[in-house]
């Protein structure tokens, strides 16, 4: 029995994923998204791709653009808690948001070195943030951001470890029993 959880550990393990992306909220107002824009381009997103002629630049619009620096943003930081809240702006998903050309970054190695300064989307205004402590007007990253996060017991939680987490415990029982 015990082989058998050990078979179904592994399996589990190979065949998980962590992958998660950042993704702005389509319900946004294009005002919040340019400003959640202009805050991950000017703490350290790579927008080198959402600048014209960027692979990344079509469809030209803020919310596109803004998931791609959001989710830059966040893998940048390690896939961190909070990295992906920008007061409520963007949310994490587990889809790839990549398309035709365009490849979203699923980790920090893959996100790029390069840093950009904000961009604006054509009919909206921007400028470009440059945050001494991190945070510009409450956005950053999760204005209520916490050393520890009790909603997990205190543990981190990275996208995917909850069936790792279930089979690890499932292959302690059989193992014990």
């Not at 791709?49 to 893998?75: D, E, M």
């Amino acid at each position: 029995m015990a082989a058998l959880a050990l078979v179904v550990l592994i399996f589990t393990m190979v065949g998980g994923s962590d992958a998660a992306w950042c993704v702005c909220k389509p319900e946004m107002s294009d005002t919040a998204l340019q400003r959640t824009l202009d805050y991950a381009c000017g703490a350290g997103a790579d927008c080198t791709p959402i600048l014209q002629n960027g692979a990344c630049y079509n469809p030209n619009t803020v919310k596109a653009h803004c998931s791609y620096a959001a989710n830059s943003y966040y893998q940048r930081k390690g896939q961190a808690q909070g990295a992906c809240d920008f007061s409520g702006t963007a949310a994490l998903a587990t889809t790839d948001p990549s398309y035709s050309g365009c490849t979203f970054p699923a980790t920090a190695s893959a996100a790029g070195t390069g840093s950009t300064p904000a961009t604006s989307t054509p009919g909206t205004t921007s400028g470009t943030f440059s945050p001494s402590n991190g945070v510009v007007g409450g956005l950053g990253p999760s204005s209520s951001m916490s050393n520890e996060d009790m909603s997990h017991g205190g543990f981190p939680v990275k996208a995917g470890m909850g069936s790792l987490l279930l089979t690890v415990i499932c292959s302690v029982m059989a193992s014990l029993g």
